[in-house]
């Protein structure tokens, strides 16, 4: 891991000029607590809709985030294209194909947004996102993203560290696990009007995974809110698993003593472990992770590293497992 | 044979063309840069489902001429199927090339461990005779026996539904109309065998 010292990479360069003219449309809350945003682009998308026509369900804008912590973890490789992270996405609630996300996701309502911690913790509670947000510093963390079907894409999420929400909750002792469910909405999420998985997504990790300071709630990326696609307004982010496990659009963070039901998992067991920690060695039933292909390539030649990389920090975890069983 | 008129002509060159344009469109796309943030996976994607959709139209003949009793459809049926063979090896190349770059060991091992690889390569292989039987000195030289033969494509045409099916994560949309057509055009072909045993054991003829 590289720790980069901020200003290496100009942000015009990595991001997409057309965006920061659209942004002039949008109410700026110029030095606002940076989530305290979060919510503003969403009252004006309707005019937005007035000047732009997007296709009914299309693209909702974003708003900037300010005052983060740049490239608190960061990697040398490059970046993919907003375009390219927000055009290529799996998320089953808005459909099947790659590009559903992108086309259906603006049709979710992200505010106000209420984030329900619960389970076997002292404090309890209803979050307004702000809220749960707020107490936080924001931070970037550049993430290389591998995907359970052999793709992957490097991201410049931001967000806060999961571990610090859930001290906040403080879990009881016996909490040795952590569930995260998904928005259930099928009238916004037409995915969800089909039997393609069991909703409300959801996933789990074990305490300590949650814990560990690679483990995020992203809020952003290209240091502006999250597009619905990605999982707005608020997603895990584990960049050592199968990208599945980054479940999106979080509204319950429940701790429990028993390892949770996982979509993915329930859905078919022997494809998708709980764990689905990233690993060349053990393939997939139906094709091999020994090899991915880094979006946009052509070729299938990028070598798919242990762990996706993060072995050094993560590997511990997983001292004594013997990983072929539990995948 | 009879001599046949100029219209046909015409035609078939007309369906060869268009049965062309799915893949120029993808060359297109390709040199434009347009093909997606994944072009490996759009290729990919699009030269199987061409592959396939060749395949039901190769498969669509014989029943369509039943049915609407136009005989002459059956000069189309050989291009069709070369076509469904011609887009099976792009996308077989997509296969050896984009994911296994030449590989081949790594290739076979895949194809052997790997039930919706297998699938698919047995597909692909099973097109190989028929699209070599396909001349017209082969159909004379093989007489009754080209055309069992030539039966083999039912079995490519399962092979390849299924491989679809179970390539994706969850078997819905597409996928699962392919094969819907596919257990149509199959089942079409069951009903008419079995009228036509039928009619054969049974003295009297079928009313209608």
């Not at chain 1, 099947?96 to 992108?102: A, G, T, V």
Request: aromatic share 12%; net charge positive; charged share 20%.
């Amino acid at each position: 891991m590289l720790i980069r010292k901020p200003g290496e990479i100009p942000p015009s360069e990595i991001t997409d000029e057309r965006l920061y003219v659209r942004r002039r449309e949008f109410m700026r809350l110029a030095g606002a607590a940076a989530v305290a945003t979060a919510a503003a682009p969403l009252v004006a998308c309707g005019s937005e809709a007035a000047t732009e026509a997007p296709a009914p369900g299309g693209p909702v804008e974003q708003s900037p985030l300010a005052g983060y912590k740049p490239r608190v973890v960061t990697t040398d490789e490059k970046l993919n294209t907003f375009q390219e992270i927000t055009g290529y996405n799996n998320f089953y609630e808005f459909g099947l194909d790659k590009d559903d996300p992108q086309r259906y996701a603006g049709r979710m309502k992200t505010s106000p947004w209420t984030v329900k911690i619960d389970g076997l913790c002292n404090k309890p509670a209803d979050y307004h996102l702000e809220d749960l947000i707020r107490p936080h510093a924001l931070e970037e963390r550049i993430y290389r993203l591998r995907c359970v079907e052999a793709w992957s894409m490097v991201v410049p999420w931001i967000g806060i560290p999961l571990g610090e929400v859930i001290k906040r909750a403080e879990p009881a002792s016996k909490a040795t696990f952590v569930e995260f469910t998904t928005l259930l909405r099928p009238s916004e999420m037409p995915g969800q009007q089909t039997d393609a998985l069991q909703w409300p997504y959801k996933e789990g990790l074990r305490m300590d995974e949650a814990m560990h300071p690679l483990t995020i709630l992203a809020v952003g990326l290209y240091g502006k809110t999250l597009m619905n696609q990605n999982g707005a307004p608020i997603r895990l982010v584990v960049p050592w698993k199968y990208g599945f496990k980054s479940i999106k659009s979080i509204v319950r963070i429940r701790f429990a003593d028993r390892q949770p039901h996982t979509a993915w998992n329930d859905a078919n067991p022997g494809e998708y472990g709980f764990y689905s920690n990233v690993n060349p060695e053990v393939d997939h039933p139906r094709w091999s992770q020994a090899t991915e292909r880094r979006i946009p390539g052509y070729f299938k030649s990028h070598r798919t590293l242990a762990f996706n990389g993060y072995g050094d920090q993560v590997a511990s975890l997983y001292a004594g497992m013997d990983l072929r069983k539990y995948y | 044979m009879h001599a046949r008129p100029a219209l046909p002509k015409v035609i078939k060159s007309v369906v060869f063309v268009a049965a062309l344009v799915p893949a120029a469109a993808l060359v297109a796309r390709a040199l434009k840069g347009t093909l997606g943030v994944n072009p490996a996976e759009t290729l990919q994607l699009q030269t199987g489902i061409w592959a396939l959709r060749f395949l039901l139209l190769t498969l669509a003949v014989t029943p369509l001429r039943r049915v609407t009793g136009w005989h002459r459809v059956i000069q189309y049926r050989r291009m069709l199927g070369l076509f469904a063979f011609f887009y099976a090896t792009a996308h077989f190349l997509t296969y050896l090339v984009l994911d296994q770059f030449f590989a081949f060991d790594l290739m076979v091992k895949d194809v052997v461990k790997r039930p919706f690889i297998t699938a698919g390569m047995v597909a692909f292989l099973l097109m190989i005779p028929l699209a070599l039987t396909s001349t017209r000195g082969w159909i004379r030289r093989l007489g009754r026996r080209w055309q069992a033969l030539h039966r083999l494509i039912y079995l490519s045409g399962i092979a390849a539904a299924v491989h679809f099916v179970w390539k994706v994560k969850v078997a819905m949309g597409e996928p699962v109309y392919y094969a819907a057509i596919l257990a149509v055009l199959l089942a079409a072909r069951v009903w008419w065998w079995r009228s036509r045993r039928q009619r054969a054991t049974s003295p009297r003829p079928a009313t209608t």
